[in-house]
């Protein structure tokens, strides 16, 4: 079974600087991975999803992308960030019964 | 795209109690999952249904699914305090090759000891 590393796992950021978040999956090949950002107390909003290297595709329009330079490598990034990027992201993994392995989350406070 | 949403938003119990939640989406399903959420941690999957498919067990988890109704529900029996959490649905897409979750905002459980 896949396994998803994420990380950090609490991140404090200024207003203006810049973010990268990693995310890497042992356990499987060409996996389909997602970012989800979750705010308090609300569901999970689907940021990018990937089905291969180097294909990324966007759900919602943001101040945010990601990339997935390696097979098992999913990055989600900002050049400048937001007060309203703050929140709590997931990343996953499509597993093969369709059923989703998650990452532990990030909690990104913009301040 | 489609989307599951969960009801109640919130439910508090007492341990031992049966727990009951539901979920209904919009539009035609392959499948649909719950999943759990501990306070700030990842999801962990619980059970997938697929829409051939009306009941499935899991331990103390026993899911149904109601194709007709575009609905499904999600009984916990015999209530613990560890399953203080929040539980989502979630029911899938394929566009064009694609597998693409949908998450509601889900049910927050509270387990009294």
């Known amino acids: 079974s896949q396994t998803i590393h994420q990380w950090p796992a609490t991140l404090v950021q200024p207003v203006g600087s810049p973010l990268s978040l990693e995310c890497t999956v042992e356990g499987t090949s060409n996996p389909n991975l997602y970012w989800y950002r979750q705010a308090a107390g609300r569901g999970l909003q689907l940021l990018f999803y990937s089905v291969g290297i180097g294909q990324i595709s966007s759900e919602v329009p943001q101040n945010l992308s990601a990339s997935r330079p390696q097979d098992r490598q999913f990055i989600l990034s900002s050049k400048k960030l937001l007060l309203s990027d703050s929140g709590f992201y997931l990343c996953?993994?499509?597993?093969?019964?369709?059923?989703?392995?998650f990452g532990s989350g990030t909690r990104l406070t913009v301040v | 795209s489609q989307q599951g949403e969960e009801d109640p938003q919130a439910l508090s119990i007492q341990e031992g109690e049966n727990a009951t939640m539901n979920c209904s989406y919009k539009?035609?399903?392959?499948?649909l999952q719950w999943y759990r959420q501990n306070s700030g941690r990842g999801l962990v999957h619980l059970i997938l249904i697929r829409s051939n498919e009306r009941e499935k067990h899991s331990g103390r988890l026993r899911v149904t699914l109601d194709t007709s109704k575009k609905s499904s529900s999600l009984l916990i029996t015999a209530s613990r305090a560890a399953d203080t959490a929040s539980y989502f649905c979630a029911t899938g897409l394929i566009p064009g090759g694609s597998y693409i979750p949908t998450f509601g905002r889900g049910t927050s459980l509270i387990v009294h000891p």
């Open positions: 539009t035609s399903i392959n499948n």
């Open positions: 996953a993994c499509l597993g093969q019964l369709h059923g989703y392995t």
